[in-house]
């Protein structure tokens, strides 16, 4: 696997919806079809109990879409991007630093190569994660 494919996977986001939640859905979405086609059943022999089945499988079918909208909008909201590895290279005598992007192989105290100012031995000083924060969303 190329390296490519491998960052376009790792930046793709998590579109899965968990069995559990689906399963209560259509459990939900199950119970409120048969309300209903109890209730025409019973409207249709004279029954006086169908007006209360065809409010329970409204409500039901209500529920139903209304989780599986909620349900899609958080796994869309929750679709994570891989924040970048930054390293910092770092020359201990004259005090140069450099910052970019983690590459395979770096670890802290490895030696990068020559100072550009004072020729002595660059070292790598730091790996961290970048964390850029999201500006919140105002409600009203």
Same mark, same amino acid.
Request: glycine share 6%; hydrophobic share 45%.
């Given at each position: 696997?190329?390296?490519?494919?491998? %960052?376009?996977?790792?930046? #793709?986001?998590?579109?899965?919806? *968990?069995?559990?939640?689906? @399963?209560? +859905? =259509?459990?939900?979405?199950?119970?409120?079809? %048969?309300?209903?086609?109890? #209730?025409?059943?019973?409207?249709? *022999?004279?029954?006086?109990? @169908?007006? +209360? =089945?065809?409010?329970?499988?409204?409500?039901?079918?209500?529920?139903?879409?209304?989780?599986?909208?909620?349900?899609?909008?958080?796994?869309?909201?929750?679709? =994570?991007?891989?924040?970048?590895?930054?390293?910092?290279?770092?020359?201990?005598?004259?005090?140069?630093?450099?910052?970019?992007?983690?590459?395979?192989?770096?670890?802290?105290?490895?030696?990068?190569?020559?100072?550009?100012?004072?020729?002595?031995?660059?070292?790598?000083?730091?790996?961290?994660?970048?964390?850029?924060?999201?500006?919140?969303?105002?409600?009203?």
């Amino acid at each position: 696997m190329s390296e490519d494919t491998e %960052a376009e996977e790792a930046t #793709a986001p998590t579109q899965r919806i *968990s069995s559990f939640v689906f @399963a209560v +859905i =259509l459990i939900t979405l199950v119970l409120s079809l %048969a309300a209903l086609y109890f #209730a025409l059943s019973a409207y249709n *022999s004279g029954d006086a109990s @169908a007006g +209360i =089945l065809l409010i329970i499988g409204f409500i039901g079918l209500g529920l139903s879409t209304y989780m599986l909208l909620q349900t899609r909008r958080s796994v869309m909201r929750l679709a =994570l991007k891989i924040q970048p590895v930054i390293t910092t290279i770092s020359c201990q005598k004259c005090g140069f630093k450099n910052v970019r992007e983690f590459e395979r192989g770096d670890f802290v105290f490895k030696e990068v190569g020559p100072c550009p100012k004072c020729n002595d031995k660059l070292l790598v000083s730091a790996i961290y994660r970048e964390i850029k924060e999201k500006p919140k969303e105002e409600r009203f």
